[in-house]
């Protein structure tokens, strides 16, 4: 069974630019998360997707975090502008139905 | 918002030691997760623990589910090199889709030859 997909692994940008993270979750599972994790901290949800529909999003900053999923799979997240604040790793989960979450590797954000 | 207090932060063993570390909360969970993070790479689930008392083990990890559902602790046995990482506690509310995971601040173990 695949993991879940993540792209890029890494990216450097200058604040006040955008960036856009890629996911894509384990087949057949309904349920994308979004997290983000700040170094020396665990993460913290940002999103959930159920199928295309969103869950929970109180926890994003929505004046300049945005996400969809358009088709019900794949999702994208995105900064615009991003603060040296947004520094972190961006994690994607994904989840079938009653199943545990599994985390893709991750994005690493370094907001110069 | 919120996250759970881990200890310790850190620590530094030899390998063939047992480690403890233990998660706590302000509030009630129904359930406690324990995930295990390398370098680079997303939280692995590790065990899960459903019910207020329970003891499970998984190989030479052992995860309790405090009385109170308010904490929960985590051994690990005869230790080797490839525990090195960091461990996450996760206290889950609700079931399903509804289901919200808080994580802990994490404890790094580093394991020394």
């Known amino acids: 069974e695949a993991g879940v997909a993540q792209s890029p692994r890494y990216k450097i940008i200058e604040k006040r630019q955008s960036v856009a993270f890629w996911c894509n979750p384990i087949?057949?599972?309904?349920?994308l998360y979004w997290y983000q994790q700040i170094l020396g901290q665990g993460p913290k949800l940002l999103i959930q997707?159920?199928?295309?529909?969103?869950?929970?999003d109180s926890q994003l900053p929505k004046d300049r975090f945005s996400a969809e999923r358009l088709k019900g799979v794949d999702s994208t997240l995105k900064i615009q502008p991003a603060k040296l604040e947004d520094s972190a790793v961006y994690l994607c989960?994904?989840?079938?139905?009653?199943?545990?979450?599994?985390f893709g590797s991750g994005t690493r954000l370094t907001v110069v | 918002g919120q996250q759970l207090n881990q200890s310790p932060q850190s620590m530094f063993i030899q390998e063939g030691e047992d480690v403890s570390m233990n998660c706590t909360s302000s509030?009630?969970?129904?359930?406690w997760l324990w995930y295990k993070q390398d370098p680079g790479e997303g939280p692995v689930l590790l065990i899960a623990?459903?019910?207020?008392?329970e003891l499970t083990s998984n190989g030479r990890l052992t995860a309790q589910f405090g009385i109170t559902r308010k904490d929960s602790f985590l051994n690990i046995s005869a230790s080797i090199p490839s525990d090195v990482g960091i461990y996450f506690c996760?206290?889950?509310?609700?079931?399903?889709?509804?289901?919200?995971?808080?994580f802990g601040t994490g404890t790094r173990l580093q394991v020394t030859l």
């Open positions: 623990l459903y019910k207020a008392g």
């Open positions: 989960a994904s989840s079938p139905p009653g199943g545990d979450r599994r």
């Open positions: 997707f159920q199928n295309n529909g969103v869950v929970d």
């Open positions: 087949s057949g599972h309904a349920t």
């Open positions: 996760a206290g889950q509310l609700g079931t399903g889709t509804a289901s919200k995971l808080t």
């Open positions: 509030s009630i969970f129904n359930t």
